[in-house]
């Protein structure tokens, strides 16, 4: 996890840590020595990586598991899910001929509610290849799709090129 540590005149006794797009940031008091600022930033990384829960591809297999389970009565089948650098364009992927499902990478920061609709997104396409309105209403299963699809939105922008 990237970390930016900004120090302030300002800022007396408090430090604080936030993540924001995916970097944990660190308000620090300016006058704080180094050796102090490390234990801080160690402990808020540690309480961050625990908080968000490291996501990797076995994360990835539990949750599209869950999400089969609850929207789709356990019926998809797939042969892998996991997570893909290589996507930058797209949120995520699927390969009907040999059932695989990319998500990209840039989404292990975002919130879990947003990475499980464009699981369930992908899992939808194991039953309708296009975005027909069959695939829409089973996107639509997932509660919070409209929303993310609006989280979505403006990741996208804040981060075109």
């Known amino acids: 996890m990237d970390v930016i540590v900004k120090r302030s005149a300002r800022r007396k006794k408090t430090v604080q840590a936030r ?19 490390t234990e801080h930033v160690s402990r808020f990384r540690a309480r961050m990586a625990q908080k ?4 990797d591809d076995a994360h ?21 899910i996991c997570y ?19 998500i990209s990478s840039r989404l292990r920061d975002a919130p879990q509610w947003v990475e499980d609709y464009v699981v369930v997104h992908e899992l ?7 975005h027909n309105r069959r695939f829409r209403e089973l ?10 699809i609006g989280y979505l939105i403006a990741f996208d922008s804040r981060h075109e090129r």
């Open 84 to 102: 893909s650098d290589r996507q930058m364009k797209r949120f995520g992927s699927c390969t009907l001929e040999d059932g695989t499902i990319r």
């Open 19 to 37: 993540m924001v797009e995916g970097t944990l940031v660190v308000m620090a008091p300016a006058a704080i020595s180094d050796r102090e600022l």
């Open 139 to 148: 996107v639509r299963r997932y509660p919070l799709a409209e929303r993310a």
């Open 60 to 80: 990835l297999e539990r949750r599209a598991e869950h999400l089969n389970q609850k929207y789709f009565d356990g019926h998809l089948r797939w042969r892998s």
């Open 124 to 130: 939808s396409h194991l039953i309708e290849p296009s």
């Open 52 to 55: 968000m829960g490291e996501r």
